[in-house]
């Protein structure tokens, strides 16, 4: 059992800023990687930013350079994107996903939280 689960969504007007967070739990034995994705109305879901766990480094989409953070609290299984700037093409819902190892020896998969809204909106 793994379980992500996305807050901090919301609606904010243009240039404003959002925290996005997502908890993970459950039989977690590491967490390899994490990031957020979104998927805007009509669009297909996109990578807004990665991190590895254990480098810290971390990718971002170009359109977010520079106004979104992605981070890690690996002792609290938690991942953050920290928006500014936000623009109303920003606007999606916003996924969170991690590659998860449920035990040592098991394989690491993919998981994902149910999505949380932002809206960028005047």
């Known amino acids: 059992q793994v379980q992500l689960v996305e807050s901090g969504g919301g609606l904010v007007q243009p240039g404003g800023s959002l925290r996005l967070s997502c908890a993970a739990s459950?039989?977690?034995?590491?967490?390899?990687?994490m990031g957020w994705f979104r998927q805007a109305p009509g669009k297909q879901r996109e990578l807004v930013a990665t991190i590895i766990t254990s480098t810290g480094i971390t990718n971002y989409a170009d359109s977010v350079k520079g106004r979104f953070t992605i981070s890690t609290d690996n002792a609290k299984r938690t991942l953050s994107l920290q928006m500014n700037g936000l623009k109303p093409e920003d606007t999606a819902v916003y996924y969170c996903?991690?590659?998860?190892?449920?035990?040592?020896?098991?394989?690491?998969?993919?998981?994902w939280g149910q999505g949380t809204q932002v809206t960028v909106s005047s």
């Open positions: 996903n991690g590659v998860v190892q449920t035990s040592r020896s098991s394989p690491a998969f993919k998981y």
């Open positions: 459950g039989s977690i034995f590491s967490i390899n990687a």
